[in-house]
């Protein structure tokens, strides 16, 4: 059965309250202060410094997996060329039977990897992501050059040297100044470092057996050490 609705008799006294029936009701409204309004905007803030903060770190991490990989596929690229041509690779082969040896005098990284266009398929892996100094190449057409090519080469590597540098991060220095493009000797002692263009002070090496690593200033120096001899490398 429905009751008819009784009113309380709500008066209004005066002020913030309303009187109904004896008991007084307030009037005031729930509102957000200045205050907590300021923590609401500084925790909104925060939130997106972390957010932001935490997907650059996921960029420049997959960057840098992705110039390793690049430097694997290019490994991989020069041994199935050696396995092509008895053990040997281009740089070791003169131009009439197929190698670049005859290109090592002018200084010039790129001709030596645009001899493996058929086994790499697109100059991209050539290419760090990181390395704001060079572009992307389209094609291993004759627009290709260093302008397109992100690793140094080692050019006097040997399989029987199996610790050997056969390409790496380009962005190298020699007593804190930044190596110059072309032919460079790296001796056992040779003051080398990495500029922070890059990997900020670190970079990729790829060894003449296919493992690559990530070095530091130190573990490069060491690297250099272990192939107990001078690797020639040109820089693009």
Known sequence: MNLPRRSCGARWTGGSTVDCGGIRLSLHKSAITMVEMLIVVFVLGLLVVLLVAMLRTRHVK?????CINHLKFTGLAFQQWADDNNSRYPMQVPVTNGGTRDFLTNGEAAVHFRILSNYLNTPTVLWCPRDAGRTRGRDFSGEFN????????????????PA?????DRLMTISGKQAASGALDLHTNSPVGWTKSIHNGKGNLLFVDGHTEQSDTQLLQASLRRTAATNRVLIP
């Not at 997959?62 to 992705?66: A, K, M, N, P, V």
């Not at 302008?147 to 040297?161: A, E, H, I, P, R």
């Not at 050997?164 to 790496?168: D, P, V």
């Open 62 to 66: 997959q960057d840098w997996g992705s």
């Open 146 to 161: 260093n302008s397109n090519v992100s690793y140094f080469l080692g050019v006097d590597v040997n399989f029987n040297f």
């Open 164 to 168: 050997m540098l056969l390409a790496g």
